[in-house]
T-cell receptor, first 109, second 115 residues
């Protein structure tokens, strides 16, 4: 499974847009890009998934360039409750998930 | 519509005792995964099971750890003769089937403390 690299931490203020970029240079043809969110003392929660171009749901958007070697999770107008760790994962969905250390997002009032 | 259930939520054991962690997957899900998370770290895969079968146990320590997912009942992660280094949060996840998607549904975790 491809290894991912993302910033260790990010700070933001309420109402701002937050973009978290993930690098996955060795992504395979069959791999999807998936983002999970984890609050303290809870299990991770699926946020969004994509294969190429742009995907949007009620929570976030995911931008994937043509070469698929990176992806950007975009959180519009964050609130305090978006403070969490965000994990970028790549894989073909047929096996275990490989979690990195994630990006710790802190939202300030 | 219950999600993944794990119990107990907190478990305290003394060194040398056994720890049994239970996981009930989402109803209808036949794939179960166990992960371990140390403080300030990401989750580390341990084992992947389908009903009555271990599919991938590449993340399981060779000794003291075992897992099962019987035909009936929850999946069990068993740690024998626990040591302080086993203290961690253990998460169970389930999925309905193999697919090209990476969505797994996680439980709330069991926090194991070894004294």
């Amino acid at each position: 499974l491809a290894k991912t690299t993302q910033p260790i931490s990010m700070d933001s203020y309420e109402g701002q847009e937050v973009n978290i970029t993930c690098s996955h240079n060795n992504i395979a043809t069959n791999d999807y890009i998936t983002w999970y969110q984890q609050f303290p003392s809870q299990g991770p929660r699926f946020i969004i998934q994509g294969y190429k171009t742009k995907v949007t749901n009620e929570v976030a958007s995911l931008f994937i360039p043509a070469d698929r070697k990176s992806s950007t999770l975009s959180l519009p107008r964050v609130s305090l409750s978006d403070t969490a760790v965000y994990y970028c994962l790549v894989g073909d969905g047929t096996d275990k998930l490989i979690f990195g250390t994630g990006t710790r997002l802190q939202v300030f009032p | 519509n219950a999600g993944v259930m794990q119990n107990p939520r907190h478990l305290v054991r003394r060194r040398g005792q056994e720890a049994r962690l239970r996981c009930s997957p989402v109803k209808g899900h036949s794939h179960v995964y166990w992960y371990r998370q140390l403080p300030e770290e990401g989750l580390k895969f341990m084992v992947y099971l389908q009903k009555e079968n271990i599919i991938d146990e590449s993340g399981m320590p060779k000794e003291r750890f075992s897992a099962e997912f019987p035909k009936e009942g929850p999946s069990i992660l068993r740690i024998q003769q626990v040591v302080r280094g086993d203290s961690a949060a253990y998460f169970c996840a389930s999925s309905p089937a193999r697919s090209p998607y990476n969505e797994q549904f996680f439980g709330p975790g069991t926090r194991l403390t070894v004294l």
